[in-house]
Structures are given as structure tokens and as C-alpha cells.
């Protein structure tokens, strides 16, 4: 079997955000103009989450890879689920790093408010 980092990456990270008090509300979440890799809950803040796996940051953080066009996808997706799901609460723009070590999970740095609209 091959192993995806992408997967395991955002299993990680759905992992660590249940961990931490998150209920996972979707995974994969796609529109023609972009995708948002988790959209979780803590309270009343819906987070919507993009997942970056590295194996270093020898190029830059995962968090850096996260550029302005994805943002601006991400954002666009983001307001399709709000409207989709009739729903009224803040929502935050979040970042999960996760690092690898021989394709083990080496580190998990959740960056919350990351970007915002």
C-alpha cells in the first residue's frame, strides 16, 4: 500500500482537533472554485481548516505554502457552506501544519485565525 502524507495529514489533524474540544462537522468539502479540507466546530466558532503535511520546513513553513489565491478559494468555498448550511456563527480562517518523520506523525501545529477575509 502506498502512503499519501496528504491523508494521513488530514487525519492527524481531525484527530487533534476532536482532541482539543472540536467537532468535525465535514471533511473534503468542494465547490468547482475551491475545497476546505476540515470544517469544525468549538463552541459557537465554526473553523475552516486547511491542512498542510510537510516533511520539513528546509523550504518553508506548511503554513507558507498557504498562499493568497488558495486563501481567496478557500474563503469562497467557506461562504458556500455558510449559505448552504443557513448557518449564523463567527468563523475563523485556520491553519493545521503537520509534520512527518518517516512517514509518522512527528508534529501537529494548529494556527488558528490564520487568514482572514
Known amino acids: ?7 494521513a495529514g488530514e487525519a492527524a489533524a481531525a484527530k ?3 482532541k482539543n474540544g472540536y467537532r468535525i462537522l465535514d471533511k473534503n468539502y468542494r465547490k468547482t472554485y475551491g475545497e476546505i479540507d476540515i470544517i469544525a ?6 473553523a475552516f481548516v486547511e491542512v498542510k503535511t ?6 518553508g513553513t506548511p503554513a507558507e505554502f498557504v498562499t493568497v489565491k488558495k486563501q481567496k478559494r478557500i474563503i469562497k468555498a467557506a461562504y458556500a457552506y455558510i449559505q448552504q448550511h443557513n448557518l449564523d ?3 475563523t480562517f485556520d491553519i493545521v501544519e ?9 508534529n501537529i ?9
Open 16 to 18: 487533534f482537533l476532536k
Open 1 to 7: 500500500m502506498i502512503f499519501n502524507s496528504g491523508t
Open 98 to 106: 503537520v509534520y512527518l518523520d518517516k512517514n509518522k506523525i512527528k
Open 41 to 46: 466546530q468549538n463552541g459557537e466558532n465554526i
Open 89 to 91: 456563527a463567527e468563523f
Open 109 to 117: 501545529n494548529h494556527i488558528k485565525n490564520a487568514f482572514y477575509v
Open 54 to 59: 510537510r516533511k520539513s520546513d528546509l523550504f
